[in-house]
């Protein structure tokens, strides 16, 4: 708002009785010494307490305020806008508006519509007055404006700004004004390919000024702000469906925008900004539909003043001129004094006042009025004259699962029937999921004449009663049928109430013991227990699992466990206790069985002790000689591998010599004698190395490294490879995996394997043999209870056509020693597949084998993976 030349002129001297307010400087001084009697305002003895109250706020201010206050708009201000109003000080102090101002106040909406100032000065400096309205209960009206500075004369600085990211950002700082407004802020910001340069800091204080005039005028719906680009123009529109500019003002408006910059007030604010940008600003307002602000500025930099254009990349920043919470605080005044136009601000005042949930409805069952207990109850704020019937997000019958229409709920009942509602209990949920029990009490609201105007509700929470009901209800049932003696006394040992468990325990019943002292079952050498109780019930203490005795009506001695709780009144004043009295007689008896039990296991435990060590001590002796064995068989190994050996070889070789050298003198019985020495010996030789074999495999050292099973497969074929050439064999070999074995176990266990397959085949067929490996399933898995559960294993098949075996030896082949051939038709020790097995083990797998007679025998081995 600029400032306009007044012809204004100090009253006369205030009378004694107009002394006030105190303090406030010179322009505190002024105000006492005013004649206020000649404005329209009156005494200032007089004064409402809305008005004082007001005037003692911005007096005691650092910061420039002003008041305008009544129809006419009268100004008051403080000593920090006295170099602010430059020759308007003194003058305008109790000046109309229209006076002081006239281009702002020219129509009485003016006030309504415009809620902020503007005050430029000559050196360029500008500050800005954010108006909240202000109403008391003898419908004296104003607003009390705060000044804030927003720039100090400096030359704009025009900088290049991708506009659509920008003003989204300013946009988004906008979310918690616009929820707590109620309304929606739509945005459709267009991509502006062109360059576009502005003064950030005007082009927000344009942007938020607008949203705020925008906003505060707004009671439902919302704000649509919408930026695009057409040929060389950026366009930013800013629509609402607020109330409305009425055709008279709007015409004033418009024409102050045509004016010089020093009568521009209002929104003409900010087309002064957009003029620096070389662009307009253009306004339409419907009454009671909205409004729309054009803002159109030009692409490019070519129309602005070349020294004021940076062309070098600028940082965005974020100030707002903590404009945000001037701006909440602006829109919620304005929103409180446009409802009040609308309702009247005494019923407004006496709803507010009120500490239970209250709201009206019209005849149509629109929400009308409602007060802030009510949007606490609903957790929700409803829209005035939308919202129907009730303001709940949800409602329930009272069981809580059963929904009501809003159209059948108690206000609904009132207004449709005419009639109060009384009696109905029902369950309200909040947006948030939580629920409350209500009692409402609707009352139909008539005219003078008698017709239905509409209803007024009072909606009452009683949550906390029925949880009091329902959590009485539960204590009296757990006191009724519990089985512990539940009993109450006054602090003097009087019983107030006896439970069934107590007359089951003690054997008297409620109307024996009520009024009757507790010392009744007390034993005489145990009275001095309740003076000592009394006394630490009167400290508010708590007594717990006190273990005493009690005596019955038949005279029986019990082994009692009292848990005892003061008892308070309203006012915490501790007025009598609680007894629960648990019978532990059993429990004493089986603990004494239970230590006498104890004391004979601990006898016990000391002989066990005693035999447990002598049989450790045989332990260790049995392992002494154990690990003796062991080293003995050892020896005997070493024996047996070098000093057997060595007289079997002499015995093959000095035989093989006799029977070359003889060869042809010897008779055919000779021959056949020494042959079969030479075939014992090899036989026996071969059998003791088998032996050794299998031995060595008890005390396994073998490294286990990640071994290629291929390999192995490989060297084995490579030794048998004379015999499969010779019988003709077809091997064939699937990719077996990597595991992590003893490659010199895997060796033997592959060669016995084969050797089996190439030894027993069938004269009748061409031999063949397969070799495949496998994961094995969690079925076949469970078909092995010695296997580790949740461990991987696979499967390596051997499978060979040859002349087979039965399948009830299919155990018999894995123990040493054992054959199921003719030794003269197949040769062998009978210790190869015992061998197997114990490498398999070795491993923590197994070997198991199928066969048929001639058709051929499976082996398979299952190893960890």
């Not at 062991?630 to 010599?657: C, W």
């Not at 074995?741 to 085949?761: D, T």
């Not at 969690?778 to 051997?798: H, M, N, Q, S, W």
């Amino acid at each position: 708002m600029i400032n306009a030349p007044t012809k204004a002129t100090l009253s006369e001297p205030a009378t004694a009785s107009d002394r006030f307010p105190p303090g406030g400087g010179e322009t505190g001084e002024l105000i006492r010494s005013f004649n206020w009697s000649a404005t329209p305002l009156g005494r200032a003895d007089q004064w409402s307490q809305s008005l004082k109250t007001c005037i003692q706020i911005l007096l005691s201010s650092a910061q420039p305020m002003l008041l305008c206050w009544g129809n006419e708009n009268i100004f008051i201000y403080n000593d920090a806008c006295r170099e602010l109003l430059g020759n308007r000080h003194p003058l305008s102090m109790g000046q109309p508006a229209a006076t002081v101002w006239p281009a702002l106040w020219s129509t009485p909406e003016a006030a309504v519509i415009t809620p902020q100032l503007r005050l430029l000065r000559p050196d360029g400096s500008c500050y800005q007055f954010d108006g909240m309205p202000v109403k008391d209960d003898t419908g004296d009206t104003g607003a009390l404006f705060i000044g804030v500075s927003l720039h100090n004369g400096k030359a704009p600085t025009f900088v290049k700004t991708d506009l659509s990211n920008f003003t989204r950002t300013l946009l988004e700082q906008l979310d918690p004004v616009i929820r707590e407004a109620g309304l929606t802020l739509v945005i459709n910001l267009g991509i502006v390919s062109e360059d576009v340069y502005i003064d950030r800091d005007i082009w927000e204080q344009i942007l938020l000024s607008l949203l705020t005039n925008a906003l505060s005028y707004t009671l439902q719906g919302g704000v649509a702000v919408r930026l695009s680009q057409e040929d060389n123009q950026v366009i930013l529109s800013i629509a609402d469906t607020g109330i409305g500019i009425p055709p008279g003002l709007l015409s004033e408006i418009n024409a102050a925008l045509q004016g010089p910059p020093r009568s521009r007030g209002g929104l003409t604010v900010a087309n002064e900004g957009i003029l620096l940008h070389g662009g307009e600003l253009q306004i339409s307002s419907i009454p009671g539909e909205g409004s729309t602000v054009t803002i159109s500025i030009p692409v490019g930099h070519a129309h602005l003043p070349a020294a004021e254009v940076v062309h070098h990349a600028v940082p965005v920043h974020k100030a707002y001129h903590g404009y945000l919470p001037q701006m909440t605080s602006a829109i919620r005044m304005c929103h409180g004094k446009l409802l009040q136009q609308h309702t009247g601000s005494h019923y407004q005042q006496l709803l507010e006042a009120l500490p239970a949930a209250v709201y009206t409805c019209d005849k149509e069952g629109h929400v009308l009025l409602y007060n802030t207990a009510a949007v606490s109850l609903w957790g929700r704020t409803p829209v005035a004259g939308v919202d129907m019937w009730c303001g709940s997000w949800k409602i329930y019958e009272s069981d809580g699962i059963t929904p009501i229409d809003p159209d059948s709920c108690p206000m609904a009942e009132a207004i449709k029937g005419g009639t109060p509602v009384r009696g109905k209990v029902i369950m309200i949920e909040r947006p948030d999921g939580s629920r409350r029990i209500i009692q409402p009490y609707p009352d139909p609201i008539f005219d003078s004449a008698g017709n239905l105007q509409g209803a007024v509700n009072m909606l009452v929470d009683i949550t906390d009663q029925k949880s009091a009901e329902e959590y009485v209800s539960k204590l009296a049932a757990i006191v009724e049928f519990s089985d512990d003696a539940i009993v109450s006394k006054t602090l003097d040992g009087i019983i107030t109430s006896w439970n069934p468990g107590a007359e089951r325990l003690f054997g008297y019943t409620a109307e024996e013991m009520k009024g009757e002292a507790i010392t009744r079952i007390i034993p005489a050498d145990r009275l001095d227990e309740e003076s000592r109780i009394i006394e630490q019930l009167r400290a508010g203490n708590r007594v717990d699992h006190f273990e005493t005795k009690r005596v019955t009506k038949d005279g029986q001695l019990l082994d009692i466990s009292l848990t005892i709780s003061p008892v308070k009144d309203l006012h915490g004043n501790i007025i009598g206790a609680s007894k629960i009295a648990r019978d532990i007689t059993q429990q004493k008896r089986l603990f004494q069985a239970l230590q006498e039990s104890e004391s004979k296991y601990m006898q016990l435990a000391v002989k066990l002790e005693a035999i447990v060590e002598q049989r450790t001590k045989e332990l260790v002796e049995a392992n002494f000689y154990l690990e003796k064995s062991n080293r003995e068989l050892e020896q005997f190994a070493y024996v047996t591998s070098h000093d057997l050996q060595e007289p079997l070889r002499k015995i093959h070789t000095f035989a093989g010599m006799l029977f070359n050298v003889n060869k042809d003198i010897l008779s055919d019985t000779s021959r056949m004698y020494i042959e079969k020495v030479m075939q014992s010996a090899k036989r026996m030789s071969l059998l003791i190395s088998e032996l050794l074999d299998y031995s060595r495999l008890v005390h396994v050292k073998d490294p286990f490294v990640e071994t290629d099973l291929n390999e192995i497969l490989k060297n084995v074929m490579t030794d048998f490879e004379v015999l499969i050439s010779q019988h003709d064999v077809t091997i064939t070999a699937n990719e077996l995996p990597r595991l992590t074995v003893s490659p010199l176990q895997m060796n033997q266990l592959f060669h016995n394997l084969i050797g089996n397959a190439i030894k027993f085949l069938s004269p009748g067929r061409k031999p063949r043999i397969n070799i495949y490996a496998e994961s094995l399933s969690a079925a076949d898995l469970a078909a092995f209870p010695d296997l580790e559960k949740g461990r991987d294993y696979c499967t390596i098949t051997v499978a060979d056509n040859g002349i087979g075996f039965d399948q009830i030896y299919a155990d018999k082949i894995f123990q040493i020693f054992q054959r199921l051939n003719d030794r003269t038709v197949y040769e062998g020790t009978g210790i190869g597949l015992a061998l197997c097995n114990k490498i398999v083990l070795n491993h923590k797998g197994g070997i198991y084998a199928t066969g048929v007679p001639d058709k051929g025998a499976v082996f398979k081995v299952i190893l960890p993976m």
